[in-house]
Each structure stands twice: as structure tokens, then as C-alpha cells.
């Protein structure tokens, strides 16, 4: 039979030959982990069909690495059942990014002084080289079978399942229920690498009223000098983490009489409005103009919008003796009201783009709010651009730009895309879906895009695009979006004259930029360690006085930069001015402006930026050329 590789190439093998087979016949046997069988993950044992396109995976895919990190969260359950409780009753163990955990119910707490048993034993169950050993067996065996063995969890999830026949994995004497796939033996889990990392509970289902269990989270990489890489990078993460510098800097404060809210203290409303400011001018070159929609709007329009049915349980919901209202969690249905004001679209109106930075809420667990990364209220960069279906390519090659013109400004430079389609929970029929995916696949190709699938993790109204920074931990964050919507539109019965007089439909784009600004401000100050670039710091100069004498002329000079534009600072206390210089620097000031004697007599000025112990003496007289030419780098650095 003919199968066919990566790249098309095809390769003959004999009716029966499994992914493995393909891989000794060409030789990598020693390096594939696992197999790609028409786009599908699987085991390297897979048995193929004629015409089937085969992927081999090695650890230079990432897709190998997510099934080695689940493959050791099996070993991981085993080394518990073997050496901490061999009656633990086992929920579920996931590769998540950079890791994997486990989830479980034990006699006895874990904490991190057991970390170090579990590692030894999963290292030498490693090195026994046990086979991860797949069988299909019927939903009644697998009920049969994990009942018998107490273990609820397991039960629960056999029920659910829709199916008559359900997946096994059998390591040793440790089966688990499992889909797969995984790497061929035990042999293949780099021993070395392996590092067990934390112990946190959670809930049975993320549901506050089930069970609390243990998850037990580690990580593996394909070397250990990897492992050791991801750790030092942890370390860094954990000096820059934006709960502890966002305090240290007065840029934010989070209070318990407003859980998932922020207080923006003085430093970071300026971050926050320069951020509006400069999205607001970039788009505006675009053709955008800004609008502002309520926050409380009637039930109504969240049922028309479908966003009742799909998101209710994530709302604020606002009950009197007539009505039901909402807080908006979401800004497109007002966007929507919006462009149903006024006189009839035309086609020669279109495109229409309307942008807001929309203030929304959404009822999030308590348990998933995190700094200023995960909140109950935020505000959006929010626009939606209303257009016919043949300037659907356009406008995405023209966001296309905005975005990559905002992220380089930022400072991110290394962007990944990823293309989400349909969700199982979704609005719209399937004809509907396939038009919006095949609009917005040929609009990502058109743009040039080089994309990723991202399969089920679209909207409930249309598939998007996702933009993923790198940011200089080599961590990724998600920001923007852009998704084709056919759905919303003929849920509102919004319409425009075309040019054969006719009534259509139009298209709606969704687009967010930075999405949440709140959010996209946590990630600048980790990006940045706290160290905004010029244009963006809260305070950009700080001058500081030497002695009392040279105090009048401190100030002249910080009146003239304050009154050329800058942020600044006077600093005229009585302090040596080490002191000073070492107090604004770990307040992340950009610059020093030092005055002294000399500096008053020969009217001039010293300064020291950041992260130099260096001063630069600049006449007076050339001073707003010398910052302009330092702001105009930091937009682009």
C-alpha cells in the first residue's frame, strides 16, 4: 500500500505496517516518539491504511513534547500509587504548557518534601523501559473494571462518555483510562529531565462543590540542560512577577473590598491612558472612529446576540420588579445597536470601522484571578469592522498591519498565529460556519500569515485568529484576536443596500489589539522587569539637586522639560545624591538629570540613564534634542 509523507513524498509499505514500520523503513526509528495520521496525533504503533499521510514526531516537534509531558504524568500517578498511596483514587493528568500535573484524591497531604520520593520513583520506573500499551475494551469492562478498584473519578468520566468502547493504557501493573497517545515505553522519557514542581488543590471539575483533590504539577524536557533552562527562566519570571513590581513601582493596587478589580494608582493610570493614546492614534490613520456603550443593557439583547444561552453563568446580572439587565461582558452587541442608528447603510459606506475601549465584566471563579492577568472587570481594546464579504481580505491584511505596527512599538517583535474553528458551543448553522472558516482561511493566506490550527477554540460566532507574543522570557501570551463573523449580523437583522439596490448582510470582524489593557500592562511590566521603555514610563525624567545651591537651578530645568512635554520629577531634598540616584533608579526612572555646582556654572546638565553608571554631560541648549532623539528609539527598541 502507498502512504504518503510529509511533503507529499509517497513511501510503499506492506498492508499492515504500522507508523514505527515507516519510520525504521526511512530510518529515524531512533528519533520518532510518536505519529501524525491525517493531521491526528497518535501512537507510533498505529496500524496505517493505504492513502494515509503520515507525520512522524520527534522531540523537535511540539506536538511530541505535549505527548511525552503526558506520558510522564502516567508514570508520575504510578510512582504515587507505587511508593505514596496505593489506594489514591486518580482524577485526571493533562500535559499542559510547559508541564503536566495530576489530579487525585489521597490519605494522606502532600508537600513539597514528598516531591523528591515521587521523582526517585518515577526515575526508576523510567529506566525499567515498561511499554505504555494501548487496548480498546467496551464502556461495561471499563465500568466493570474501575469500579472494582474504588476509583470513583474514573467512573465518572467512563459515564460521560459517549461511546460504547473506550481507550486504555496499561504501564506495568498501572492502567489508566486514557485517550493517548503516548510515547512507545518508558525509554523514551529522558530520566534526568524530570522535575516534580509544586503541590495546590483543586476541585473535582473546577467545581467548588465537589471534591478538593490534590494536583501535583511537574514538567520534563527532551535534555536536562533544557529542564535546567526552563527553571532559570522561572527564577527571572519570578523576579518580574507584575503583582510584586506593579506594588514596588505604585502602579497598581488589589484590595479585597474589590476582588478581580483593580486600583490604578498614579504611575499606572499614565501607563494605562498612554496605552489608549497610542492605539488610539494608530488606528485612527486606519480610518477607525471611536464609540462608547453602555454597561447595563436589557436581557433582551444578550438573547438576541446569543450570548444568554452561551455565557449567562459568566455575567452580572442586575434583577428590579420589570426587568432583567446585564452587565456587558462583551462589547460587540452595543457595536452592533450602534450601526443600526441613522440612515440606511450603503455599500459605498462599507467598510464601516468602529472601534471602544469597553469597560466589561465577567463573572469569573474567584479561584482563576490572578494579579492583574486574570480579572472580573477590564477594558477592552475593542473594534468591530462592519464590511461586504469581498473586503474581508483587505480588512484583515489592514488589521494584519495595525497589529504588527502596535506589538513592534511594544516591543514584540516575535509574533505567533493561530487559526480557531468551531467550538461545539456555537450559534449558527453549519453552512454559515463553513463559509466564515473558508473566508477567513483565504483571508490569513492572502495576508501571508503563517499559521497554526488551534481546533475547537473559536467563538461561539465565528472562527479567529489569535496572536501570540514572545515575550523575552521566551514565554508566549495571547493578545489579539480577529474573528469573521456571519452570525451576529442575521441574529440582529442589520442589513445594507449593495450596488444592484438590493438588501445584504454584511460581515462583522471582530478585533482586539492588547486585548485587555489591564492584562497587556501585567505583561509589559514582567516584559520589562518594571523598566518602561522611555515613551511608555510614568516618569520619564527625574532632576536632582546635589546641594541647596544648585536647588533654583533644578528646578528651571524640570519646569522647561515639564513645559516641553515630558514627565518629570524635581528631587530637591536633602539627601546625598547617591541616595537619590540609587532611589530612582529602583523606581525604574529612565533618567537622572543630575545638578550640581559645576552643572549650574556651566549651564549644562549630567545625565544618567537606567542601568548605566555613566553620566553624559549635555549642554542646556541641546537638551529637548538629546531626549527627543532617546524617546524616539524607545518606540521602536
Not at 50 to 65: I, M, S, W
Not at 553 to 559: H, L, P, T
Amino acid at each position: 500500500m502507498i502512504v504518503y509523507l510529509k511533503g507529499g513524498e509517497e513511501l510503499e509499505i506492506a498492508n499492515g505496517s504500522s507508523a514505527y514500520d515507516v519510520a525504521c523503513k526511512i530510518g529515524i526509528q531512533k528519533k520518532a516518539v510518536a505519529t501524525k495520521i491525517n493531521g491526528t496525533t497518535t501512537d507510533l504503533n498505529t496500524t496505517l491504511t493505504d492513502k494515509d499521510t503520515v507525520t512522524l514526531l520527534t522531540y523537535q516537534d511540539a506536538e511530541a513534547l505535549e505527548v511525552l509531558r503526558h506520558s510522564t504524568a502516567h508514570v508520575m500517578a504510578k510512582a504515587i500509587l507505587d511508593c505514596i498511596d496505593k489506594d489514591a483514587k486518580l482524577a485526571i493528568g493533562p500535559a499542559i504548557e510547559n508541564g503536566f500535573y495530576y489530579d487525585m484524591m489521597l490519605s494522606k497531604t502532600l508537600t513539597t518534601e514528598d516531591l523528591p520520593k515521587i521523582e526517585a520513583k518515577m526515575k526508576e520506573i523510567v529506566k525499567q523501559d515498561l511499554q505504555f500499551e494501548k487496548a480498546s475494551i467496551s464502556k461495561a469492562e471499563a465500568l466493570e473494571y474501575f469500579k472494582s478498584r474504588g476509583q470513583k473519578y474514573k467512573v465518572e468520566l467512563i459515564e460521560g462518555i459517549d461511546a460504547e468502547t473506550v481507550s486504555i493504557y496499561k504501564l506495568g501493573d498501572f492502567v489508566d483510562l486514557c485517550r493517548g497517545p503516548h510515547v512507545p515505553s518508558t525509554r523514551y522519557i529522558p530520566a534526568e529531565a524530570i522535575k516534580l514542581t509544586s503541590v495546590a488543590g483543586a476541585y473535582w471539575r473546577g467545581d467548588s462543590k465537589n471534591d478538593m483533590l490534590q494536583r501535583i504539577y511537574g514538567t520534563v524536557f527532551t535534555t536536562k540542560k533544557e529542564t535546567e533552562a526552563y527553571f532559570r527562566m522561572l527564577e527571572e519570571a519570578q523576579a518580574r512577577d507584575h503583582r510584586k513590581l506593579g506594588v514596588e513601582l505604585g502602579i497598581f493596587h488589589l484590595d479585597e473590598v474589590a476582588p478581580g478589580n483593580v486600583f490604578w494608582l498614579k504611575n499606572g493610570t499614565i501607563i494605562f491612558n498612554l496605552i489608549k493614546e497610542y492605539i488610539t492614534k494608530v488606528i485612527r490613520k486606519h480610518n477607525y472612529f471611536v464609540v462608547q456603550t453602555p454597561q447595563l443593557m436589557n436581557k433582551s439583547l444578550w438573547e438576541t446576540s446569543g450570548h444568554w444561552a452561551k455565557f449567562k453563568e459568566n455575567m452580572f446580572i442586575v434583577e428590579d420588579d420589570e426587568t432583567t439587565m446585564a452587565i456587558k461582558p462583551m462589547n460587540c452587541p452595543g457595536h452592533i445597536i450602534c450601526y443600526q442608528t441613522g440612515a440606511v447603510k450603503s455599500y459605498r459606506d462599507m467598510p464601516i470601522r468602529m472601534a471602544e475601549f469597553g469597560l466589561c465584566h465577567r463573572n469569573e471563579s474567584s479561584g482563576s484571578l490572578h494579579g492583574v492577568m486574570r480579572l472580573r472587570a477590564f477594558m477592552q481594546d475593542d473594534a468591530h469592522v462592519f464590511c461586504t464579504p469581498e473586503q474581508i481580505v483587505s480588512e484583515t491584511i489592514d488589521i494584519c498591519s495595525i497589529l504588527k505596527e502596535i506589538y513592534a512599538t511594544f516591543g514584540f517583535t516575535d509574533i505567533k498565529v493561530k487559526f480557531s474553528d468551531r467550538p461545539e458551543k456555537r450559534v449558527g448553522s453549519d453552512e454559515v460556519w463553513d463559509l466564515a472558516e473558508k473566508s477567513l482561511t483565504d483571508a490569513a493566506n492572502q495576508a501571508g500569515l503563517n499559521y497554526t490550527l488551534n481546533k475547537g477554540e473559536g467563538a461561539f460566532y465565528g472562527p479567529k485568529l489569535e496572536f501570540v507574543l514572545k515575550d523575552c522570557l521566551g514565554r508566549d501570551w495571547q493578545c489579539g484576536t480577529l474573528q469573521v463573523d456571519f452570525n451576529l449580523p442575521q441574529r440582529f437583522g442589520i442589513h445594507y443596500i449593495d450596488k444592484d439596490s438590493e438588501r445584504k448582510t454584511p460581515v462583522m470582524i471582530h478585533r482586539a489589539i492588547v486585548g485587555s489593557i489591564e492584562r497587556f500592562i501585567g505583561i509589559l511590566i514582567e516584559h520589562y522587569a518594571g523598566k518602561f521603555p522611555f515613551w511608555l514610563a510614568p516618569t520619564q525624567i527625574v532632576v536632582a539637586s546635589v546641594t541647596d545651591e544648585s536647588a533654583e537651578y533644578a528646578q528651571k530645568i524640570a519646569n522647561f522639560l515639564d513645559e516641553t512635554g515630558y514627565r518629570v520629577e524635581l528631587d530637591t531634598a536633602n539627601e546625598k545624591i547617591n541616595y537619590k540616584i540609587r532611589q530612582h533608579s529602583l523606581m525604574k526612572v529612565p533618567a537622572i538629570v543630575i545638578i550640581g555646582s559645576k552643572e549650574v556654572m556651566e549651564k549644562n546638565i549630567s545625565v544618567r540613564m537606567l542601568g548605566s553608571d555613566k553620566t553624559e554631560t549635555i549642554p542646556m541648549d541641546k537638551m529637548t534634542e538629546y531626549f527627543k532623539e532617546i524617546e524616539c528609539k524607545s518606540h521602536t527598541n
